[in-house]
């Protein structure tokens, strides 16, 4: 894709393909998306907090009761005590990886201050690396190489771009996935296909609130941006938004 250099260009780009999005209409208030936000946020909270509860903290009070047996096992049967230690030591590694998933589910492994392309380039390089059974061709263009972007909206597009691959991986079955992303101080715009088994049309109408793509179209509202999502057995499934940079 090449780098468009202004907003207008854009917004004609997006004209010419005869892009539909899926928008809000006038009966659709503020407030009720700014309460369905809420709500996904809240069912965010709580998957991460019963992460901690079950995969730390309840692995880490088994590991207290492992150290008393421990102790009474360095005096009456080493070979034991050689396998709690063994036990002791997978555990924590456990441990440490599900503190990774915690960290990287709330952003702390993002650096806002590298340049945005740099970090959908990682990011995009971490789906090669976990599905090598799916072909990913994916791009990130800037109109500027050293673009520094309001934190908030790094964060929220590397959420947004995480939202689409992981439910592409999740429910596609999908061998090839097409992304390009075009970065402008003015706009962002995202378009990812895939091959896989599509999707129908009334999703967003028939799927549980708190499944992913709700929360994209509800972040894409809060960003005053657009949505489109299209798909079918044959063609597989294609998911654009973009959504203008306010600072």
């Not at 970090?119 to 673009?147: G, V």
Request: hydrophobic content about 35%.
């Amino acid at each position: 894709m090449n780098n468009c250099g202004n907003l207008d260009e854009m917004v004609w780009v997006l004209e010419e393909d005869a892009i539909e999005f899926i928008e809000t209409t006038e009966e659709e208030s503020i407030s009720y998306h700014g309460y369905n936000l809420l709500m996904l946020e809240d069912y965010e909270h709580y998957h991460v907090a019963s992460a901690l509860d079950q995969n730390v903290k309840q692995e880490l009070i088994t590991n207290l009761n492992k150290l008393d047996v421990l102790k009474w096992l360095l005096h009456s049967d080493t070979a034991r005590a050689k396998i709690t230690l063994t036990e002791l030591q997978n555990s924590s590694n456990t441990i440490l990886s599900s503190i990774d998933k915690i960290l990287d589910r709330l952003n702390y492994n993002i650096d806002t201050k590298q340049p945005i392309w740099n970090q959908i380039n990682k990011l995009i390089d971490s789906y090669r690396s976990a599905h090598p059974e799916c072909l990913i061709d994916a791009s990130c263009d800037c109109t500027e190489h050293d673009i520094q972007l309001p934190s908030v909206i790094t964060f929220r597009l590397v959420d947004m771009i995480k939202e689409v691959f992981d439910n592409v991986f999740k429910h596609s079955n999908a061998t090839n996935l097409t992304a390009k992303i075009v970065i402008s101080s003015r706009l962002i715009d995202v378009y990812v296909h895939d091959n896989g088994v599509g999707i129908p049309e009334d999703y967003l109408e028939r799927s549980n609130w708190s499944s992913g793509l709700h929360k994209l179209q509800e972040t894409i509202y809060q960003l005053d941006g657009k949505l489109q999502i299209t798909g079918d057995l044959i063609s597989g499934t294609n998911v654009r938004f973009s959504f203008p940079i306010k600072k």
